[in-house]
């Protein structure tokens, strides 16, 4: 960790975004504490972050729900976020605007994203990738305790910020796999002919492959730095291996998921794409039976292992939040390496459950980034030394007051 290269928000601006009905805040490098009790808006402000960052909020799909409750009900309720980020000697400014797209219930109704970058209307897509963010959230935990689906969710999120062509692969993908399910079914009820599911397995091989090549080349380089943090943050006593699990029946040795470099997906996905192709015409006849893709990266998974367990089934949950944290660290890293930059770190409560040891060795490991917000509401978890380090912010009811360090 020793570049000083990364983005900073120099200003963020909220209005009726949750418990924030108003905030205008500018913001220096550096780690950011803030500090508070609970429900106070500690982490409504790191989630304000992601959602410019990503266009979606971290906590809910139901974009109503980041609306002010107090204004919730209004028939002209809005929230409006904007960002203003510095990064290679340039400022951009990013806009996000939330207003009703029905003339319903203001309460029931849905919501339009209007983006606007630098004053010019975007798409979600142009907006993915320019603030570069890391999140850990307590949940995060389930991304190693939980589903393999929570674990895609999160290979998924993390390689769209940094892979556009990703991000463009995995929207086809879905809609194509929809299109063959949906074609399966009509086999299934009508024993139609089989040949006609060829046209979709070639677009579902296209886009898939690239989408099994790119995780697996993230799991790779996740590896590498999720090794060396997690043997320091255990003080040398648990080795940490992620391995990448694609579900098609080669598996991942046939496939020869070995990388050298991040370039190396296009040629990767080219061998992919054969082997994936023929495991479709394996599975065919079950999949028609049961009107079901069975085959494909939207059932791939990925295992946190140490030497002698698997941490997904036979982990302590301390043990799994550590990889989890571990995960984060090791994906800004990756971020870094990629796009020549630190993310923006936000760690909420990133503290609980962890002893003295692995808290001092983990402040270590953020310390390099260029710019950190952690949340907490036991400022007694850290050292005076580091406090005196920090921008310390104390929250109450959506409202900041910054402290004497």
Known sequence: MSSSVGMVITHLSLTNFRNYARLELDLPPGIILLQGDNAQGKTNLLESIYYLATSRSPQTNSDAEV?????????????????????????????????????????????????????????????????????????????????PAARRRYLDAMLCQIDNHYCRALQS???????????????????????????????LVEHGSYIIARRGLAIVALNDFAHSIHRDITDGQEHLMLRYQPNFSAGAESCNLTFSNWEETASTAARLAPIFGASLRQSRREEVARGLTLTGPHRDDFRFLL??????????????????????????????????????????????????????????LVNSAVQTFITTTDVDAYSVDFLRQVVRYRVTAGRLERLAS
């Open 67 to 147: 609306i002010n409750w107090l204004v919730r009900g209004d028939a002209m309720a809005f929230a409006r976020l904007v960002v203003d980020v510095k990064w290679d000697g340039k400022t951009q400014r990013i806009e996000l605007v939330l207003s009703p797209a029905n003339n319903g219930s203001p309460l029931s109704a849905s919501f339009r994203k209007q983006i606007r970058i630098n004053g010019v209307p975007k798409r979600a897509m142009d907006l993915i990738g320019l603030l570069n963010v890391v999140i850990f959230r307590p949940q995060d935990v389930d991304i190693v305790a939980g589903t």
């Open 173 to 203: 993908y879905n809609r194509v796999l929809a299109q063959r399910n949906c074609l399966l079914r009509t086999l299934r009820e009508r024993n139609g002919d089989v040949s006609q599911l060829e046209f979709w397995d070639e677009r």
């Open 307 to 364: 030497p002698d367990i698997d941490l997904t089934v036979y982990g302590s949950r301390g043990q799994q939040r550590t990889a989890a944290l571990t995960l984060k660290l090791a994906e800004a890293e990756v971020v870094r390496q990629v796009k020549g930059h630190w993310p923006v770190l936000l760690l909420d409560d990133m503290m609980s459950e962890l002893d003295g040891a692995r808290r001092r060795r983990i402040l270590e």
